[in-house]
């Protein structure tokens, strides 16, 4: 996770989208794209937290601005990160290496322990 030139966006990974990720209409299948923010976002909420264990609560709408081609490669950038007693939530963006934005989503994660009970952040995060 790096952090970027505007304050509170981090780039947090990077895919590119191979044959084997498009669908029917030979751009990259919805649910792939789903997938990769979803791992991009446990990604930044564990490191930005330091907790070892954060589930999915909820993510908001996902908005798909425009197609991602095979051969597009896609970085994920989390804004905006708001930091509670269990939780930490943040936008999501997937954008080419154009700067175009193709797809933005909010999650939510939480914070649990072993046995998948919420735990507290502690105060030392990001």
Not at 26 to 38: E, H, I, P, S
Not at 109 to 119: A, R
Request: proline share 4%; with cysteine; aromatic share 10%.
């Amino acid at each position: 996770m790096t952090h970027t030139d505007t304050p509170g966006r981090y780039k947090v990974s990077s895919k590119v989208c191979l044959v084997q990720n498009l669908g029917v209409n030979k751009t990259l299948f919805g649910g792939n794209m789903m997938a990769w923010v979803d791992e991009a976002a446990a990604i930044f909420a564990r490191e930005h937290t330091g907790a070892r264990f954060m589930v999915t609560l909820k993510f908001g709408e996902f908005e798909f601005h425009h197609p991602v081609r095979e051969g597009d490669i896609i970085h994920f950038y989390c804004l905006n990160p708001r930091i509670g007693r269990t939780s930490c939530s943040f936008e999501i963006e997937a954008v080419r290496t154009d700067g175009t934005v193709v797809v933005k989503t909010s999650a939510v994660f939480v914070s649990v322990d072993e046995d998948g009970k919420p735990k507290p952040i502690e105060k030392n995060h990001s």
